[in-house]
């Protein structure tokens, strides 16, 4: 499955738009966003492709947040998501808490963990577990996006102001 990766949007609706045309081409199948969305309005920009989201930080109106997500046909999972996409295990955390952070990487249970919160793109794997973070769209960052293709275990890093590739060291 080919999905969309995207995190700490603080209610840039340009780089959200950018984004989504860059998901369309790379025909991704569902977004993944790892929190700090900020405005529960800004939810509505993700309609047309299904998008699920997690809480961040900075996200106050989680129950307006859950109430839009639904209406565009997302959903809300709350502070932390765990899901099965086809025979691999996910978990979406913002990464607000390091030691949280560090207790689900370490529990070995999942093949990939979708964070933000530092707003530096990361990529790097713990025994079985794959950890990503796309990065963010705020003020000073990379304005960044990621691709994962579970069937590739593969992660292209996207730089939504350019459309182009990203390497991480």
């Known amino acids: 499955?080919?999905?969309?990766?995207?995190?700490?949007?603080?209610?840039?609706?340009?780089?959200?738009?950018?984004?989504?045309e860059i998901?369309?081409?790379?025909?991704?199948e569902l977004i993944i966003h790892a929190g700090?969305?900020?405005?529960?309005?800004?939810?509505?920009?993700?309609?047309?492709?299904?998008t699920w989201f997690v809480k961040g930080n900075c996200d106050g109106d989680t129950e307006n947040i859950d109430f839009k997500a639904e209406k565009v046909?997302?959903?809300?999972?709350?502070d932390v998501g765990s899901f099965d996409i086809g025979e691999k295990e996910f978990c979406v955390y913002h990464g607000t808490d390091k030691?949280?952070?560090?207790?689900?990487?370490?529990?070995?249970?999942?093949?990939?963990?979708?964070?933000g919160h530092t707003h530096d793109i990361?990529?790097?794997?713990e025994g079985k577990t794959r950890v990503i973070n796309p990065g963010a769209h705020y003020y000073m960052s990379q304005n960044s996006i990621a691709i994962l293709d579970t069937e590739k275990?593969?992660?292209?890093?996207?730089?939504?102001?350019?459309?182009?590739?990203?390497?991480i060291h």
């Open 1 to 20: 499955m080919i999905i969309g990766l995207i995190s700490d949007t603080h209610d840039n609706i340009s780089n959200i738009l950018k984004a989504k």
């Open 23 to 28: 998901f369309r081409q790379k025909k991704v």
């Open 36 to 50: 700090d969305i900020i405005a529960p309005k800004t939810v509505e920009f993700f309609q047309g492709i299904k």
């Open 73 to 78: 046909g997302g959903k809300y999972l709350g």
């Open 99 to 115: 030691e949280m952070l560090r207790k689900l990487i370490q529990s070995k249970k999942y093949d990939y963990i979708i964070t």
């Open 122 to 125: 990361m990529d790097f794997k």
């Open 153 to 167: 275990d593969s992660v292209e890093f996207i730089d939504v102001t350019n459309g182009n590739k990203l390497q």
